[in-house]
């Protein structure tokens, strides 16, 4: 079954860049028509879609992070990164990587365990 | 921004009884795209239901989806110890993709 798992730092200070890495396993991205994408759950906003790249590097971001937001796709390493700039203690949050369908870019099929990532001075 | 309005907050039952969630969306989306997940303590959501009605792989028949436009609904048929848990509706047919606010479901 594909595997999705999330790495990265769990503490980004103020306003440095956040970075995350997804490797997946058990299934290639370059061979895959899928979307794939970030979405974060915190207490105060709940689950909340951050974007998706599509295997070819087509991506797709949630207008209100689109300006402090990139994801990019690296097939040879079968893996995708999100990149989000100057953060806030509002982009606390567990951080999850999923494969999306290859028709629907916002649904989340399979899902990383997630990443706690907080942002603290 | 669509806004995905779930209810109940929470919704205490036994095992063995039948569990009726909703989400109400603040407007049509103009498709089925919408999913249900399921959500345990320290574990990532897992889909249930995608296009509204379509159980995802290794789902069991006692879930059911339905609704269309800006009413759906997830339907347990007979609650098992393991479906106690958070349940989200998301709509994935108009960027933003928004999630609600999520559904406790509990044992009574």
């Known amino acids: 079954q594909l595997q999705l798992q999330e790495s990265g730092p769990g503490l980004v200070k103020p306003p440095e860049t956040l970075s995350l890495t997804c490797t997946v396993s058990?299934?290639?991205?370059?061979?895959?028509?899928?979307?794939w994408g970030w979405l974060r759950q915190s207490p105060g906003k709940g689950l909340e879609w951050i974007g998706n790249?599509?295997?070819?590097?087509?991506?797709y971001y949630n207008p209100s992070l689109r300006s402090r937001v990139t994801i990019s796709v690296d097939t040879s390493k079968n893996q995708f990164s999100l990149k989000l700039t100057s953060v806030t203690a509002a982009d606390t949050a567990v951080y999850y990587c999923?494969?999306?369908?290859?028709?629907?870019?916002?649904?989340?099929?399979?899902w990383g365990q997630g990443i706690l990532v907080t942002v603290s001075s | 921004e669509i806004v995905l309005t779930q209810s109940p907050g929470t919704l205490s039952l036994s095992p063995g009884e039948r569990a009726t969630l909703s989400c109400r969306a603040s407007q049509s989306f103009g498709s089925s795209n919408l999913a249900w997940y399921l959500q345990k303590p320290g574990q990532a959501p897992r889909l249930l239901i995608y296009?509204?009605?379509g159980r995802a792989t290794g789902i069991p028949d006692r879930f059911s989806g339905s609704g269309s436009e800006t009413d759906f609904t997830l339907t347990i048929s007979r609650l098992e110890p393991e479906d106690f848990a958070v349940y989200y509706c998301q709509q994935y047919g108009s960027s933003p993709y928004t999630f609600g606010q999520g559904t406790k479901l509990e044992i009574k």
């Open positions: 296009g509204a009605s």
């Open positions: 999923a494969r999306g369908g290859s028709v629907n870019l916002g649904i989340a099929v399979y």
């Open positions: 790249v599509y295997y070819s590097g087509s991506t």
């Open positions: 058990s299934g290639s991205i370059s061979s895959s028509s899928h979307y």
